[in-house]
Nanobody, 122 residues
Framework: QVRLAESGGGLVQAGGSLRLSCAAS????????IGWFRQAPGKEREFVAT????????VYADSVKGRFTISRDNAKNTVYLQMNSLKPEDTAGYYC???????????????WGQGTQVTVSS
């Protein structure tokens, strides 16, 4: 079983930046794609970005393209989400999940972390 733990969330002003981390423990996420999703209160979990096992392929939601960058360091069993030019509408709990391939649908991810809160003030 892969255990995932997100960190790096916080409160930031609009236009600011944050870097989220998703660290794996237990069985590593060797061979897995990792995705970032977000969920605001009363809303469904929304796709943000995903990265292949090698890091050679990435997919972004249109709403974050050009502002967010996903990357991974497999030696550290960690995936990052660099978030720049943050907007109040980016406010949500951010979750990372593992999947066998690049997917934008959360139901195709089999392991999830507990999430980290990102709040962007206007």
């Amino acid at each position: 079983q892969v255990r995932l733990a997100e960190s790096g969330g916080g409160l930031v002003q609009a236009g600011g930046s944050l870097r989220l981390s998703c660290a794996a423990s237990g069985r590593t996420f060797s061979g897995y794609a990792i995705g970032w999703f977000r969920q605001a209160p009363g809303k469904e979990r929304e796709f943000v970005a995903t990265i292949s096992w090698t890091g050679g392929s990435t997919v972004y939601a249109d709403s974050v393209k050009g502002r967010f960058t996903i990357s991974r360091d497999n030696a550290k069993n960690t995936v990052y989400l660099q978030m720049n030019s943050l907007k109040p509408e980016d406010t949500a709990g951010y979750y990372c999940g593992s999947s066998v391939s690049l997917h934008v649908t959360p139901t195709l991810y089999n392991y999830w972390g507990q999430g980290t809160q990102v709040t962007v003030s206007s």
